[in-house]
């Protein structure tokens, strides 16, 4: 069972940064892409940002243009860096990993780790 632990969420005040991590246990191999997530009480799970093993990115389209994406496969980590934030990306940010089955039969296998705090002030 792959294993992810996020860091970096905290309180910042609009217009500020913040960078999240997100280190997975296990090989290299273990996960195929990564990304966050975001949610708010009450509400949807949204794609944040997201990247493939190949390095191919995908942003939400709110949050494109301010956060990036990156990784790092020697340390097990993706990381978020988030500039310009806004009271409205305040959310629990959760670090989301995905195997490929690569089996027409069965479902990917999604991992998730705890979530951390993001709260922008204004």
């Known amino acids: 069972q792959v294993q992810l632990v996020e860091s970096g969420g905290g309180l910042v005040q609009a217009g500020g940064s913040l960078r999240l991590s997100c280190a997975h246990s296990?090989?290299?191999?273990?996960?195929?892409?990564m990304g966050w997530f975001r949610q708010v009480p009450g509400g949807q799970r949204e794609l944040v940002a997201s990247?493939?093993?190949?390095?191919?990115?995908n942003y939400g389209f709110f949050v494109k243009g301010r956060f990036t994406i990156s990784r790092d496969a020697a340390k097990n980590t993706v990381y978020l860096q988030m500039d310009s934030l806004m009271p409205e990306d305040t959310a629990v940010y959760y670090c989301?990993?995905?195997?490929?089955?690569?089996?027409?039969?069965?479902?990917?296998?999604?991992?998730w780790g705890q979530g951390t705090q993001v709260t922008v002030s204004s």
């Open positions: 990247i493939s093993r190949g390095g191919s990115t």
């Open positions: 296990g090989s290299s191999r273990s996960v195929d892409d």
């Open positions: 989301h990993a995905r195997r490929r089955t690569r089996i027409v039969e069965q479902s990917d296998v999604d991992y």
